[in-house]
């Protein structure tokens, strides 16, 4: 089967789903859903400025998720072209592999953040995520699947 990718289609509606789940992330964290600020995570992972970070982590998930829009694109074409319930589909999957694999590797490879065999230091700031992400909250895996089903659902219902 060969996918056929309408790229200014995905360029568009790959930035408009991921300004979507940065919104509805930080909507999510402000509203006390979640601890969880991707963002700062993002950008901490480059600078230890708090505040710098914030602002590159934004910046980093748009584009990250820009990047990952293509693969909800391919991949909805090859379950037989892109809806929403498909959309939402590739959007849960991706969130279970963040929540079951991401956030276990995330302390080894990020320089700032602590893991759970080793505790804070002065280079770390940031508290583990836990396995799902629990300890930014019990809602955080929760909230991972809401933001990317509403991402991989924009992107099926509007991609054409």
Not at 4 to 23: P, R
Not at 72 to 96: D, E, K, Q, S
Not at 137 to 155: D, E, K, N, R
């Amino acid at each position: 089967m060969i996918v056929v990718i309408q790229w200014t289609h995905w360029l568009f509606w790959g930035f408009v789903a991921s300004v979507a789940l940065v919104t509805v992330e930080t909507i999510g964290q402000g509203l006390g859903f979640t601890r969880l600020n991707l963002p700062l995570i993002l950008g901490s992972a480059f600078t230890p400025d708090r505040d710098h970070a914030r602002a590159l982590g934004v910046i980093l998930h748009i584009f990250m998720g820009w990047a990952f829009s293509i693969i909800y694109v391919i991949g909805m074409g090859f379950l037989g072209g892109p809806t929403w319930y498909r959309g939402a589909f590739i959007g849960l999957a991706h969130a279970l592999a963040i929540c079951v694999i991401g956030w276990q590797i995330l302390p080894g490879i990020h320089p700032r953040m602590a893991s759970e065999t080793h505790g804070p230091a002065a280079t770390r700031m940031l508290e583990p995520p836990g396995f799902m992400g629990v300890n930014y909250g019990i809602m955080t895996p929760v909230a991972v699947f809401v933001t990317h089903a509403i991402f991989g659902a924009i992107l099926g219902a509007f991609y054409r």
